[in-house]
């Protein structure tokens, strides 16, 4: 009997000092509104990230307001469709649709892991490349920065494609400030992420309250200030219907 106590107690001490498993922190669907500068002109930026059956989407369309719309015509409409894994993000399809610029641009594009390319249109024009290892579009990529933050992964490199081109990204962790926006203060996470050869650098202000969710999006190209988004509404995916339901 003492033996068999012994055991047990033994066996409840190693169960107690064992380390206790750690979950993966998921991203959360959302919808989130920004007031958006581009240059001179100024919009709003809506975003949504929704959970499908394959993981999640996230759709961002950018329109302009007050006098930009006697200025240009038009939006830009992106959107990624990814997975989510132990590991992070992992890109599946990508759309753009891009009529505010001075030339119209739209692609469609989908990863094929397996075969380790990608393969689509660019204004109707086929295209195919080979990836060598990971690589995310320009919607997947904020939502894996996210993700890294989330689960404690530290500051890393990336592979972007940007139209045809498979870009090298080095991201970075400039530390934590104090950022005021039209939807609260916040103390905000800063990462800043640039392309190997490029001038321009994109700065996000990163929240742990809204689940890493950017706050402040600054880019700068040549040391000037090209555009900079504000959060001005969050409404997590669940409260998405009262929110409607009382307008």
């Known amino acids: 009997m003492n033996r068999l106590v012994a055991k047990l107690v033994l066996s409840f001490a190693a169960l107690c000092a064992a380390p206790a498993y750690s979950a993966v922190e998921s991203l959360a669907p959302h919808t989130a509104e920004y007031r958006i500068k581009i240059s001179v002109l100024s919009g709003t930026m809506r975003t949504v990230v929704d959970q499908t059956a394959a993981g999640f989407s996230a759709t961002s369309v ?3 307001n007050g006098m930009a719309k006697l200025l240009v015509n038009g939006v830009i409409e992106e959107r990624s469709e990814f997975e989510e894994n132990d590991e992070g993000v ?8 891009d ?11 989908s990863f094929d892991w397996d075969r380790l390319e990608i393969a689509g249109t660019i204004n ?9 290892g990971e690589a995310h579009d320009r919607v997947s990529i904020q939502y894996e920065l996210m993700h890294d933050l989330l689960n404690g992964r530290e500051a890393r490199d990336y592979a972007i494609v940007d139209g045809e081109e498979l870009k090298e990204l080095t991201v970075t962790n400039i530390g934590t400030q104090r950022v005021k926006v039209p939807f609260g203060e916040f103390d905000a996470i800063g990462i ?14 990163c929240v742990r309250e809204l ?6 999006i600054e880019q700068h190209r040549r040391g000037k200030l090209r555009l900079r988004a504000e959060l001005t509404d969050y409404v997590p995916a669940d409260e998405r219907g009262s929110v409607r339901a009382s307008q």
């Open 90 to 97: 992992r890109p599946l399809a990508y759309s753009s649709n």
């Open 211 to 216: 689940g890493y969710l950017p706050v402040l």
């Open 62 to 64: 950018i329109t302009p």
């Open 99 to 109: 009529t505010l610029s001075k030339e119209d641009k739209s692609m469609n594009f």
């Open 124 to 132: 109707d024009e086929d295209f195919v490349f080979k990836l060598d």
């Open 192 to 205: 800043q992420h640039q392309a190997r050869n490029s001038s321009r650098i994109s700065t996000l202000w």
